[in-house]
């Protein structure tokens, strides 16, 4: 079984930092793209930021110069480093990869997702 597990979430001020991780654990044979994506209250998810398994990255205009997306494929983590912040940033951020699971077709997982706040 896969699991996708977020942490790093929290509270603070617009301007300020935070680091988000993602932890891919299981029965894993292969992770090929990974991405964070984030559903504020009210609206639905959307992407954030995408990267591959080669280590080529995209970005949404919106967090293009604050946010920071990175993956290590030794130990199946990914990162988010969000500065900057601002209180529109305020959402769930969601951990998705596909993956290819031992025994099993690739498909996509979720993780339960991590709660940014950004407020003074």
């Known amino acids: 079984q896969v699991q996708l597990v977020e942490s790093g979430g929290g509270l603070v001020q617009p301007g300020g930092s935070l680091r988000l991780s993602c932890a891919a654990s299981g029965s894993i044979s292969i992770i090929y793209d990974m991405g964070w994506y984030r559903q504020a209250p009210g609206k639905q998810r959307e992407l954030v930021a995408r990267?591959?398994?080669?280590?080529?990255?995209n970005y949404v205009d919106f967090v293009k110069g604050r946010f920071t997306i990175s993956r290590n494929n030794a130990n199946n983590t990914m990162i988010l480093q969000m500065n900057s912040l601002k209180p529109e940033d305020t959402a769930v951020y969601y951990c998705n990869a596909q993956i290819r699971a031992a025994w099993a077709q690739t498909r996509g997982y979720w993780g339960k997702g991590t709660l940014v706040t950004v407020s003074s």
């Open positions: 990267i591959t398994a080669g280590g080529s990255t």
